[in-house]
């Protein structure tokens, strides 16, 4: 099979035309992200420590340690305060989000 301008073009317009896929699985991070209003809300108003979120999140498969939470959480208040990225560990642990 030839491949022709013609082909690039419509695989072009295919590709763009996909649905964004759902994500199987997320890293530990991505989990704190999705909740950090919910973790701030318990360290400043319900009496828990980093250590304590930690501890929970890893009794439901969640590992990660509190100073790696206290880190994801300052990074994203400072992505939400200076709207950029801030770096990244470079670690990844999915976390499974099928029962």
């Given at each position: 099979m030839k491949i022709t301008p013609d082909t690039v073009e419509k695989l072009r317009s295919e590709l763009a035309g996909l649905p964004p896929k759902p994500k199987a699985t997320l890293t530990a991070r991505d989990v704190v992200v999705a909740l950090a209003p919910d973790i701030r809300a318990q360290i400043t108003g319900g009496g828990y420590s980093l250590k304590d979120i930690s501890e929970e999140l890893h009794?439901?498969?969640?590992?990660?340690?509190?100073?790696?939470?206290?880190?994801?959480?300052?990074?994203?208040?400072?992505?939400?305060?200076?709207?950029?990225?801030?770096?990244?560990a470079r670690t990844k642990r999915s976390v499974s989000t099928e029962s």
């Open positions: 009794k439901r498969g969640i590992k990660i340690s509190a100073s790696t939470l206290g880190s994801y959480l300052r990074a994203i208040a400072a992505e939400q305060k200076f709207g950029k990225p801030a770096s990244r």
